[in-house]
């Protein structure tokens, strides 16, 4: 499939959007302004050790930033220097900044981008180029602005000196340095955008904040951003003032704050930030150095023994920066420079104690969360650098799906038995903000049922059932099934037997009674689907969401007694299958990427062959192998409805394993690991990368940079995966556990699923719409496991659990919430149950022995069905592959043979 299809399909959802119809405008309105960027004077290049710096001569901003290994490409956006040559559109080198005289409360604004004019080229010792920057800055401007490039041995200086000229002194409230680099993918088909293109993500954490900067690939050099001189990382502010227009092939830019105390007193007013905003006072006759550093890491999983080489402190947490209040987590400090203190804002929202070192040069402390919500820990060192650690401390796992659950059933739980959409009984979709239901929408299917983001709610409902089921929601999610999917949002008939439509809603309102809509919502979109819109079965990415529905009934009514009581196990089985060939069948064109929520298809097929159904695991094996092949033949399979998309690399993976195409799944997951960082702040680590959903599944619609959102949990599933193929990669289980933790991480304290939290400066908040949640949740559950790792530099370590060591054993206790599986690495174990809880692990040193310790029984759940990796056993009889242990009305303990 070309990318001009792909594009093509997308224009024809999209292209009446107003959305797009303005983006188009300002590609319209940039291409009729004159270029003031001065790019008829010429050029000036420079070449150092790593790089091969080019400036444009008359404003000395960057015209192109290349890597010396590989000339030919741009960490910037030079290809269209040119077009976005004009005022208002960010260069790399360009500066804002807002000031005041101390003794007035206004604040003035300042920016090199506003309205360009040559700058004035100066000499300055030690650098490659310098300018004042006055000419291109306001008359009134009380300093004088010289801007440098220098180097520092192999590396690139890009440097602010800020002078105060008059005789009172000069508040500097803000100061922003836009990072412009390569992430327009506009335009690019999906190999010129892998080949081209960059994402990068910020570790917003003061004196040992960063910026990376990685190729789409995943592959090659990464650039490394640092702090150089009074450059702390103390926000991250986007640039919505530049033109360049923002839509689904491009987030925007954002600037690098060490000053942010003039936008937290007025457009951030009121928002808790990632840290304390700061002003600086210059004094008359006085100099004030800003500076940062580009340097260049060998490989994304080399990025942190970087930061030390280049001494910046290195924090490393342990299972992450998302903590339960249950898990004893850990923190690693590396830097040249003692600890002197800590502070823990709010107050008593966090604990830490030092430890003893460990052998490999860091010093460890214990971290406990003691109060549910955000937490920022600031390390102050003896040189006087601060580093800050974002947390987010939530409820013991158990307690926060319990909690989920709860909301879901109480508060979303719809029905309305005379609904004109027939929608009722189901979960609906919620606003939080409102504490109300969803029941009408201008985009249809979040009042429909059907898409991620009307589906979301009752998918989360399911997956809940599938690691902590409860007989009375499992019998309401039964009734919505066989009442609500089946015949409804399913047809049950005809020649789209078994398709999924696209909505329940819809808008017809010259068939629909008086007073169906509501005046106070906007249908003249898109969006609002008609009858005949919303019945379309042809989007397959509404078929995993009902496929998840079928494969966990079946599951529930396979492995527990009395939970499901409606349909036997044989019944739910036959329609997960059913549906999926239905989706190749109805919805061939998207049916073609990867979904989101793919590896349901996977666990399908596997228990498919475990009930040795032969025939119809022939023919779905048979049907994903298609799909799988034509991946094959694609350089980077990840489109979708989108241009370029970071769900599909779930399913890609996930089948390009199961069918031994390896090199497909090396370069999928490398792909992964490009925009999903490990960094200690609980918003970015295991963040895969999201911006444009909360237009299609938020309350606040805009184009942003999405923490949390289903990316995070739908790109955990391959990444473990990967890890326990993979078991001395840590750094794929720091990325996995990231985006699994990270993946529950908004859920309010009361258990609310929100779509995703919004990482604006000005808002710092979950979004009030539940959205597409559930996809989320889905990643969460059908992923949630424990691991056990011996780490060559770190020592023992739990992920998802609390270890208790003696001489010759590891006690390790499970505190994920199904407590279903857990993996062992230093014996490369993996063990799953299909029903049964795990209490807790016991692996002793010098035998190399496994002990388990089963829960003990409940009324639907007389025996464990657990599956452990090849070359292990256990002492009891098998069924469908798995050993099948009779529990008791206390603990089980058994232990595992290799």
Do not use: C
């Not at 002078?163 to 335009?187: Q, R, S, Y």
């Not at 329609?575 to 399908?604: C, D």
């Amino acid at each position: 499939m070309t990318y001009k299809k792909i594009l093509l399909s997308v224009l024809l959802i999209t292209s009446t959007t107003l959305h797009n119809v303005q983006a188009q405008k300002y590609w319209d309105k940039i291409k009729e302004k004159e270029s003031t960027l001065g790019l008829e004077k010429g050029f000036e290049s420079y070449e150092t050790a790593h790089f091969i710096l080019k400036l444009v001569k008359a404003s000395q901003t960057v015209a192109s930033l290349a890597p010396k290994s590989n000339p030919d490409f741009d960490f910037t956006p030079g290809e269209r220097l040119e077009l976005r040559s004009k005022d208002g559109l960010y260069q790399l080198g360009d500066i804002n900044f807002r000031l005041r005289n101390t003794d007035s409360l206004t604040w003035r604004s300042y920016s090199t981008a506003v309205k360009r004019k040559a700058v004035t080229p100066v000499n300055k010792e030690g650098t490659l180029a310098a300018a004042n920057l006055s000419a291109t800055l306001a008359d009134d401007l009380p300093l004088d602005v010289i801007r440098y490039y220098a180097l520092d041995k192999e590396d690139l200086i890009l440097g602010f000196e800020f002078k105060n000229t008059t005789n009172f002194n000069v508040e500097l409230g803000a100061l922003g340095i836009p990072m412009v680099f390569n992430n327009i993918l506009e335009g690019h088909s999906l190999d010129e955008a892998h080949a081209k293109n960059v994402f990068f993500d910020p570790y917003i954490g003061e004196d040992a904040g960063y910026l990376e900067v990685k190729k789409l690939d995943g592959n090659d050099e990464v650039l490394l951003v640092l702090p150089e001189e009074n450059m702390p990382f103390e926000a991250y502010r986007p640039l919505l003032d530049d033109e360049t227009p923002r839509s689904i092939v491009f987030e925007g830019f954002h600037e690098w704050m060490p000053l942010s105390k003039a936008y937290a007193d007025k457009e951030w007013l009121g928002v808790s930030q990632w840290n304390t905003p700061t002003s600086v006072v210059i004094k008359p006759g006085e100099t004030r150095t800003f500076s940062l550093k580009f340097t260049l890491a060998p490989s994304v999983k080399e990025v942190q023994q970087t930061l030390i080489s280049n001494k910046v402190p290195v924090a490393v947490g342990i299972p992450g920066y998302v903590i339960p209040q249950n898990v004893n987590a850990t923190l690693f400090l590396n830097y040249t420079a003692a600890v002197t203190a800590f502070d823990v804002f709010p107050k008593g929202s966090l604990s830490i104690e030092k430890k003893e070192s460990t052998a490999n040069g860091y010093a460890t402390y214990a971290v406990k969360g003691e109060q549910w919500g955000r937490s920022r820990l600031t390390i102050t060192y003896a040189d006087g650098k601060q580093q800050t650690v974002n947390y987010k401390i939530i409820k013991a796992e158990d307690e926060l799906v319990t909690d989920f659950g709860n909301f879901l059933f109480d508060k979303q739980w719809y029905t309305n038995k005379e609904d004109l959409f027939k929608r009722a009984p189901s979960l609906i979709s919620y606003d939080y903000e409102t504490k109300r239901q969803v029941t009408e929408d201008s985009r249809a299917w979040i009042a429909g049922l059907s898409d991620e983001g009307g589906a979301g709610s009752w998918l989360g409902g399911i997956m809940k059932q599938l690691i902590k089921p409860d007989q009375q929601q499992v019998a309401k999610l039964e009734d919505f099934i066989h009442q609500t999917i089946w015949g409804k949002l399913q047809y049950d008939t005809g020649e789209n037997k078994y398709g999924v439509r696209k909505s329940l809603y819809y808008y017809e309102p010259e068939q629909m009674p008086a007073g169906t809509y509501s005046d106070t919502i906007n249908y003249k979109t898109w969006a609002a689907w008609s009858k005949e819109g919303a019945d379309d079965p042809g989007r397959s990415y509404n078929y995993p969401h009902v496929v998840a529905a079928y494969w966990t009934m079946y599951r529930l009514a396979r492995y527990h007694d009395g939970l499901v009581i409606q349909q036997n196990w044989e019944w739910y089985l036959d329609q997960a299958y059913k549906t999926i060939l239905a989706m190749s069948r109805l919805a061939p064109y998207y049916a073609q990427f990867g979904q989101m929520e793919g590896s349901v298809f996977v666990k399908v097929l596997d228990d498919l062959k475990r009930e040795k159904l032969t025939e119809k695991a022939n023919t779905l094996e048979l049907e994903m192998r298609k799909r799988a092949e034509h991946w094959e033949t694609l350089s980077y399979p990840f489109g979708s409805e989108m241009p370029w998309d970071s769900t599909g690399q779930e399913e890609v993976y996930m089948w390009s394993d199961y069918f031994g195409f390896d090199a497909k799944a090396a370069v999928t997951l490398n792909a992964i690991l490009a925009y999903m960082p490990v960094m200690p702040h609980w918003a970015y680590n295991g963040n895969a990368r999201r911006y444009w959903d909360f237009l299609y599944g938020g309350k606040l619609t805009r184009v942003e940079r999405q923490i949390h959102h289903y990316g995070s949990g739908m790109n955990a599933i391959p990444v473990l995966d990967a890890y326990r193929k993979n078991p001395t990669d840590l750094h794929l289980l720091k990325v996995g556990y990231g985006g699994l933790l990270g993946s529950v991480s908004n859920i309010t304290e009361d258990g609310f699923g929100p779509a995703a939290f919004h990482s604006y400066p000005s808002t710092l908040e979950i979004d009030y719409l539940s959205g597409d949640y559930g996809s989320n949740f889905f990643g969460y559950a059908i992923n949630t496991s424990s691991y056990l790792v011996k780490d060559p530099g770190f020592g023992w370590l739990a992920f998802g659990g609390n270890i208790t060591e003696t001489d010759d054993t590891l006690y390790l206790e499970l505190t994920t919430a199904a407590k279903n599986a857990v993996f062992i690495e230093p014996l490369g174990l993996w063990i799953t149950l299909d029903a049964g809880q795990i209490e807790a692990v016991t692996y002793t040193k010098n035998t190399q022995t496994v002990e388990l310790q089963l829960a003990a029984k409940d009324d639907f759940t007389p025996q464990a069905y657990i599956h452990l990796s090849e070359g292990f056993t256990l002492n009891y009889p098998k069924e469908r592959e798995a050993y099948v242990i009779p529990l008791k009305n206390k603990s089980t303990s058994i232990s595992i043979k290799k």
